[in-house]
């Protein structure tokens, strides 16, 4: 074989590899200050889209551990993180009643609304009663940035709830209020389950004139396996969706008129029940043009009944006629506490939890669920079946029980929390260390890192950016407004809008993250200028804050978001006008499907052939 040959062929190689790129990087970008055990997205200042915040909250570091209060923020238990500020990442924030395992969702005002929570207090010098049992609060968070000087404090209570909830989720509805379902009222025992907790209700906030819970069938039957329900509401007729243990529910929130029979539950003989502590992790997929906003509802992982993590995932369409759960292609990895994460180009991002165990147990004990899983993959719903997972870079910040993952503005993942980070030590069969040991900490559990996953679009050079000084931050729904490119890619085709929900998580439940593609009404040949369509109703489109992505002619979104408020109120259609004349190319959304497993890979595809060929048609040169 010659040497040139040999050179030609590692030439070929090397474009090989340098046009496949690395599939999304992870690195390490802040300090949380507690566990985000609790977390929510929040804006940042202004230009909105730059910058971003997350509002995190933990279980108080006491009790029946070696533990003492966490020193980082003197014994508070919630704090809002600032990544982009290195010399103080975090503000510490005082709650009065503890938010621990209460649910937490956006308002409509783009507030952080909480309930329910933990009956554990914490007492500092000088004050017994720092932060006292929260499991009947209501409270509601208001970002720093919106405070201001005003030195208003953050955290406001409200008037308690009708009853004592322990994980509960919680989703705002169309018309603004909350939806506040389950929710055990104390802590479930998994040694010793009895139905002293059990409670099979759900409220609203703020709640109409006298009145009270409602009892939902399908909770009082699942029990004790009810907590952090599957809750979405539906985009077609407003009605609300609810999984616990193995059986659904629809519910008219107009009525309280609830639907507990019609779609069978799920038999699956492989895996325990699809709930706490078996925990799998729930989506409502994205809502697009093409699909016409069909609610399609994906639920993966769990835990098998040999204790191993399962990969088996199901879906069910809960407005189409005859609904069920069908089986779908199930993940790469078995995974019990995933999460998942939309992306700005619909694909969906699986990562964190573990390969065995279940959930639960306080602090340190991580001898229920370990090692952490480090596998993330990037799902694509459009992709052929068995072609719609692909292996991404693995983290190198195990996320065990209580962890989280956001989608950021900017158009991050980050995950966060983690409260089993002793993990080793379990592994080490360390008895001399806590949970066996209670006076030896040994290797500190609680994690309070912030790690960012940059998926594969971070690698494609030029994508089109928003001018984010010309454009509204608070809309109604069905309002058409207008987007301008930056001027150096003004003549770049926009082949989608999308709006995706600020999200909110804890326990692999994230009821605030949806997807709506958005009608793009013109876009100018030369301006940059594009027409967009705000979503119809708050149906589709919940109140609250939104990012607005623009994907380019190849389904790579653009390098920033736009944040707006949805607000409710009638529809502004008179103040903007679409282009007629000079247009870039008819659009209308819905058609550009994306880029097949991976938003970037789409541009390396000639690239990546190319080298193919070569080395190929070397190989076979040298053979003769």
Request: charged content about 15%.
């Amino acid at each position: 074989m010659k040497i040139g040959v040999l050179v030609s062929m590692f030439a070929a190689l090397a474009e090989l590899a340098s046009a496949a790129g690395p599939l999304g990087s992870w690195k390490v970008i802040g300090e949380t200050g507690v566990v985000c055990i609790h977390s929510a997205m929040l804006p940042g200042p202004e230009p909105a889209g730059t910058r971003w915040k997350i509002l995190c909250a933990e279980r108080p570091h006491h009790g029946n551990n070696p533990y003492p209060n966490n020193v980082k923020t003197g014994g508070e238990s919630t704090t809002e993180v600032d990544v982009f500020n290195t010399a103080k990442p975090f503000t510490a924030t005082h709650v009065a009643r503890n938010p621990f395992c209460g649910g937490q969702v956006q308002m409509a005002d783009g507030r952080i609304f909480s309930a329910g929570g933990d009956r554990s207090t914490v007492s500092i010098p000088g004050n017994a009663d720092f932060i006292v049992d929260g499991r009947t609060a209501r409270r509601i968070y208001t970002p720093l940035d919106q405070i201001g000087t005003s030195g208003v404090a953050p955290w406001t209570s409200l008037p308690d709830m009708t009853v004592q909830r322990w994980y509960p989720t919680i989703i705002t509805l169309e018309t603004g209020r909350q939806l506040i379902v389950s929710g055990s009222l104390d802590n479930l025992d998994l040694a010793n389950m009895t139905l002293t907790t059990k409670n099979p209700t759900y409220e609203y906030y703020p709640p109409q004139p006298n009145e009270q819970k409602h009892t939902l069938q399908i909770l009082d039957r699942a029990h004790p396996w009810n907590l952090y329900p599957q809750v979405y509401l539906l985009p077609k007729t407003g009605k609300v969706f609810i999984f616990a243990g193995n059986e659904s529910a629809i519910i008219d929130t107009k009525t309280d008129i609830a639907d507990e029979t019609s779609i069978p539950p799920i038999n699956d003989p492989r895996t325990f029940v699809k709930i706490y502590p078996f925990t799998p992790t729930g989506v409502l997929l994205p809502l697009t043009i093409k699909n016409n906003f069909t609610a399609t509802i994906r639920l993966c992982g769990g835990t098998l009944v040999n204790n191993q993590s399962a990969p088996y995932c199901h879906e069910i369409s809960p407005e189409a006629p005859g609904a069920a759960w069908v089986e779908v292609d199930p993940l790469p990895t078995p995974k019990v506490m995933p999460d998942v994460v939309i992306l700005p180009d619909g694909k969906l991002l699986y990562m964190n939890g573990a390969p065995w165990g279940t959930a639960g147990g306080d602090g340190g004990q991580a001898y229920n669920a370990h090692p952490p899983s480090y596998y993330t993959f990037l799902y694509d719903h459009d992709a052929p079946r068995g072609n719609q997972y692909i292996n991404m870079t693995s983290s190198t910040v195990g996320r065990l029980y209580h962890s989280g993952a956001l989608l950021t503005p900017d158009g991050r993942v980050v995950t966060v929390g983690n409260e089993m980070a002793n993990w080793p030590d379990i592994e080490a069969n360390r008895t001399d260390c806590f949970p066996f040991n209670f006076t030896t900490p040994c290797i500190d559990p609680f994690e309070t890192r912030v790690e960012a996953f940059e998926p594969p679009y971070f690698n494609v050079k030029n994508r089109i950016s928003v001018d984010l000084t010309r454009v509204p931050r608070n809309l109604t729904h069905g309002t058409i407004f207008e987007v301008f490119l930056n001027s150096n890619v003004s003549t770049r085709y926009v082949s989608k809008a999308n709006f995706i929900r600020y999200g909110s998580t804890t326990h692999s439940t994230n009821s605030d993250q949806r997807l709506i593609e958005a009608v793009i009404q013109s876009q100018h040949a030369t301006s940059g200028r594009l027409v967009i369509e705000i979503p119809p109703n708050p149906v589709i489109a919940p109140p609250g804050n939104y990012m607005l992505w623009l994907l380019d002619e190849s389904g790579v979104p653009s390098e920033n978001s736009v944040t707006i408020l949805f607000s409710l109120g009638a529809p502004d259609v008179t103040s903007v006008q679409k282009d007629s004349t000079n247009l870039i190319k008819p659009v209308g959304g819905g058609n550009n499907s994306g880029s097949g497993v991976g938003s970037g890979a789409h541009r390396l595809t000639t690239s990546v052939a190319g080298a193919l060929v070569a080395i190929l048609w070397l190989c076979f040169d040298a053979l003769l």
